[in-house]
């Protein structure tokens, strides 16, 4: 085991593939020479070659569209997105073409595709550098779609994604790189080095897709997040004084609704968080899939903490931001009897 924040985690997962199977190929823009905008490739390129890890012009489309055909020919691309935000120039070659071909080929061509991206805020990124566009993929059959909240998961998904035959978007929550945040923005920062979710296997190991972990258990009510959410939950319940548990879903498709209802069950109550905006946002799916399975077991209306039907706003941002006051005020909400 050894110490590492999110970036190094993410690097040793690319490092993993890349020396084991000659079929990963990682690009992007700055991926290669620079090692990445936030550095999560760094070093890459000297290790395994400019064949292997190189980097792109600033265009999106060219990316994805060039690891589509290389995954269709029995290449593993895994490729980045400097920004989740620029994605959507490249979201006709995801949804259309990497998502779709299993499906439209009869299962001749597969696509095993990895789109790693850095998604939300908390970094005074703006409208253009904050967004949390996980639904708009989630929403397509076909894709799978990834968010860790700690290095270990970074690591073990990531290796997951890179071996699964099919299309995976992973989005890394770019504000919890360098350690947990627990949603004061003017308080000390705390480095991965100072938490369990730090500790990471060296060499090869899966977190298996579609697999959520509970982050902490309790009795009172259910809280499920994702990404930077996880620990703002966490932050939020001790602020409440409620004995939550928490659900760190991990994977967003394929869902794991088994662990989200057994939860669910147990405590009759829950508060869905997430960073993107309201309306029409993963939250409201895992809203409806709860009000299915486990309508007979709650004893309170299901809420929601979210980002803002806005553009994500910089100087307003920790209004925007989803704030342990905010999951707090939902967490004592939910307890009423």
């Known amino acids: 085991m050894a110490r590492m924040t999110m970036i190094e985690a993410l690097r040793s997962a690319m490092d993993v593939k890349l020396a084991d199977d000659p079929s990963v190929i990682v690009f992007g823009e700055d991926v290669g020479y620079f090692g990445g905008?936030?550095?999560?490739?760094?070093?890459?390129?000297?290790?395994?070659?400019?064949?292997?890890?190189?980097?792109?012009?600033?265009?999106e489309s060219a990316i994805v569209g060039l690891a589509v055909g290389m995954a269709a020919q029995g290449m593993r691309p895994c490729v980045e997105i400097q920004f989740a935000?620029?994605?959507?120039?490249?979201?006709?070659?995801?949804?259309?073409?990497?998502?779709?071909?299993?499906?439209?080929?009869?299962?001749?061509?597969?696509?095993?595709?990895?789109?790693r991206m850095p998604t939300g805020g908390g970094i005074f990124g703006g409208q253009t550098h904050s967004q949390s566009p996980e639904a708009l993929f989630t929403h397509v059959a076909g894709l799978k779609v990834v968010?860790?909240?700690?290095?270990?998961?970074?690591?073990?998904?990531?290796?997951?994604?890179?071996?699964?035959?099919?299309?995976?978007?992973?989005?890394?929550?770019?504000?919890?790189?360098?350690?947990p945040f627990y949603g004061d923005h003017s308080g000390k920062s705390v480095p991965w080095s100072q938490h369990d979710g730090g500790e990471v296997p060296e060499g090869h190991f899966t977190v298996p897709l579609g697999q959520a972990r509970v982050h902490r258990e309790g009795t009172e009510a259910t809280v499920l997040a994702y990404g930077t959410m996880v620990h703002v939950a966490e932050a939020a319940a001790n602020e409440a004084g409620v004995d939550a548990e928490i659900i760190d879903l991990r994977t967003l498709l394929p869902l794991d609704l088994d662990t989200i209802q057994a939860s669910v069950e147990k405590t009759g109550r829950c508060?869905?968080?997430?960073?993107?905006?309201?309306?029409?946002?993963?939250?409201?799916?895992?809203?409806?899939?709860?009000?299915?399975?486990?309508?007979?077991?709650?004893?309170?209306?299901?809420l929601r903490v979210t980002g803002w039907d806005a553009p994500y706003p910089h100087a307003q941002e920790w209004d925007y931001f989803p704030s342990p006051a905010r999951i707090a005020r939902a967490l004592r909400e939910v307890r009423k009897d």
């Not at 860790?148 to 071996?163: C, F, R, V």
């Open 37 to 59: 905008v936030f550095r999560c490739t760094a070093g890459l390129q000297a290790r395994h070659g400019e064949e292997r890890v190189f980097d792109t012009p600033i265009n």
């Open 85 to 115: 935000d620029y994605v959507f120039p490249a979201y006709d070659q995801i949804t259309q073409e990497a998502a779709r071909l299993r499906h439209r080929s009869n299962g001749q061509f597969t696509c095993p595709l990895v789109v």
């Open 147 to 179: 968010i860790p909240a700690t290095p270990h998961d970074a690591k073990g998904l990531l290796i997951a994604a890179i071996e699964d035959p099919d299309p995976v978007i992973f989005l890394e929550p770019k504000r919890i790189y360098n350690g």
């Open 271 to 302: 508060v869905v968080v997430h960073e993107a905006t309201r309306t029409s946002g993963f939250g409201a799916e895992l809203i409806a899939e709860i009000q299915e399975a486990c309508f007979w077991h709650l004893r309170a209306p299901l």
